[in-house]
């Protein structure tokens, strides 16, 4: 997810789709809500143990590294790539214009944590753990980010950030990496963005 955007465009139809913060703040936590959820049940069900969660500085530093990584790589590929950053200046305008700037915490903590859990932490073990396990779960990542036909480029964007996830949590085998790249990612993103747009105000 790239923040470095530009002015605000509108489509074809010269109708912006605007969300509320309320509104923006409540999906983020109904959605997150779900995820927990169906983490939860998919282990009590199974009985399949959920990738461990516990302190180890050296994969929280993997994780703000690769959280950093995609933050700039992001920009890079906003840059060059048409597509993807017309389908990303309407997801963001969409998401992060309502936004304060302190409500950006919960942008990173809640679909970080839920997301994090669900696809890395109970899906991917309970696929297999392995390369066809990865392809798969960040598939599925990636077209929940998928709003409609024209945001396909960033739902392709979105399966590449969450095989670097996955990839990390086979490598790790702790989820803690995986949930510091997706939270600094999150919270990075809408900082930038933020920022970016009291530039252009």
Do not use: C
């Amino acid at each position: 997810m790239s923040l470095f955007s530009q002015a605000p465009q509108q489509n074809q139809n010269n109708k912006d789709v605007t969300l509320s913060r309320s509104q923006v703040l409540i999906a983020m936590a109904v959605t997150a809500a779900i995820f927990l959820g169906i983490s939860k049940g998919w282990v009590y069900l199974t009985g399949i143990p959920m990738v461990p969660l516990y302190w180890q500085p050296e994969h929280a530093a993997i994780g703000a590294g690769i959280g950093l990584g995609v933050a700039l790589l992001s920009s890079i590929i906003f840059e060059l790539w048409e597509s993807y950053r017309q389908a990303a200046t309407e997801y963001l305008e969409m998401v992060l214009k309502p936004l304060k700037p302190l409500d950006l915490i919960w942008l990173g903590l809640l679909p970080g944590l839920s997301e994090e859990m669900l696809f890395r932490g109970v899906a991917l073990p309970a696929l297999g753990m392995n390369g066809v396990a990865l392809i798969i779960t960040s598939s599925v990542f990636g077209l929940l980010h998928m709003a409609s036909a024209k945001h396909f480029s960033y739902t392709v964007w979105a399966i590449a950030v969450g095989m670097m996830f996955g990839a990390i949590t086979i490598y790790t085998g702790n989820l803690l990496a995986a949930i510091t790249a997706h939270v600094l990612t999150n919270f990075l993103s809408g900082v930038i963005w933020q920022w970016k747009q009291s530039k252009l105000a």
